[in-house]
């Protein structure tokens, strides 16, 4: 079993920043891969960006250089993103993928205002 603990989130205005942090409850190098997924009101849950236990990123290509994931050499992941827009508002997931298990955050709310 894996816990996951997101923090970060909020309000922001258009073309500013936010930074979201997820914690695991074991070495992030026990877990394959990662990753910040997030669901937008009426719409289906989407990819953002992941990061493998090597250290590989991939990331959608809608937050291409704007969102960057990092990780400590712990527990936990970041994300940074930087001229967040309105259509980035969504609640955020954090996401462990450990051996054929999937486990998921309670999600934390990022609105960012026209």
């Known amino acids: 079993q894996v816990q996951l603990v997101e923090s970060g989130g909020g309000l922001v205005q258009a073309g500013g920043s936010l930074s979201l942090s997820c914690a695991a409850s074991?070495?992030?190098?026990?877990?394959?891969?990662m990753g910040w997924y997030r669901q937008a009101p009426g719409k289906q849950r989407e990819l953002v960006a992941t990061?493998?236990?090597?250290?590989?990123t991939n990331s959608a290509d809608s937050v291409k250089d704007r969102f960057t994931i990092s990780r400590d050499n712990a527990n936990t992941v970041f994300l940074q993103m930087n001229r967040l827009k309105p259509e980035d508002t969504a609640v955020y997931y954090c996401?462990?993928?450990?051996?054929?298990?999937?486990?998921w955050g309670q999600g934390t709310q990022v609105t960012v205002s026209s």
């Open positions: 990061i493998s236990s090597g250290g590989r």
């Open positions: 074991v070495s992030i190098f026990r877990i394959l891969t």
């Open positions: 996401n462990a993928q450990l051996g054929h298990s999937d486990y």
